[in-house]
Structures are given as C-alpha cells and as structure tokens.
Nanobody, 121 residues
Framework: QVELVESGGGLVQAGGSLRLSCAAS????????MGWYRQAPGKQRELVAL???????NYADSVKGRFTISRDNAKNTVDLQMNSLKLEDTAVYYC???????????????WGQGTQVTVSS
C-alpha cells in the first residue's frame, strides 16, 4: 500500500505565503516525478509544479516566480512554497507522485487526498 499525505493548507490573505508538504509512505521501490496539481471550483485539475528525482523543475506559467517546489529524496517528501498568493490561487491542491512499488511493477501515478488553500482579499 502506498499513501501520499498532504499538509499545510489553510486560509491566507492575498499577498501572503503558505507552504504545502506531502509525504509518500508505504512500499516504495522508486519515485520518479513528484508534483502538485490544483483544482478550483468548477474548473479542471491543472498542473502547478513538477520536480524530477534529479531536481529538474517545471512550473505553470501562472505560478512562475511565486511558487517553489522542492523535494527530499531520502524522506520521500515534496514541498511547495507559495509566495505572493493571489485570489485565483484558491483551490484544492493535490500531491502526485509517479512511483514503482517494487522492481517488478510498472510506474504508476499516485495521488493524495488534497488540501484546501483559500486566499482572501
């Protein structure tokens, strides 16, 4: 069994900061890409940021320069530092990770349950 658990969401005023964390646990052979997605009410889930196991990153244009993704390979964690938050950043944020549970299994994308981020004016 593999589990991704997010933490760090909450309510913040526009211009403020939040840090999201996600920890992967369970039977894990390897982790490739880890990342964050978000889904606002009435909208489709969208990519926020990705990071590979060797540290390469990719960001949505809407968050470049404001959000920073990082990971700790030893701890199987990925964080998202969110600065200069805007009203439009309000969404449920989901952690995702492409992992192999064993050497014999294929890579599969796992998802966390999501954490709410609400930015107020």
């Amino acid at each position: 069994q593999v589990e991704l658990v997010e933490s760090g969401g909450g309510l913040v005023q526009a211009g403020g900061s939040l840090r999201l964390s996600c920890a992967a646990s369970g039977t894990i052979f390897s982790i490739n890409v880890m990342g964050w997605y978000r889904q606002a009410p009435g909208k489709q889930r969208e990519l926020v940021a990705l990071i590979t196991n060797d540290g390469n990153t990719n960001y949505a244009d809407s968050v470049k320069g404001r959000f920073t993704i990082s990971r700790d390979n030893a701890k199987n964690t990925v964080d998202l530092q969110m600065n200069s938050l805007k009203l439009e950043d309000t969404a449920v944020y989901y952690c995702s990770s492409k992992m192999r549970r064993t050497i014999w299994t294929s890579e599969y994308a796992y998802w966390g349950q999501g954490t709410q981020v609400t930015v107020s004016s």
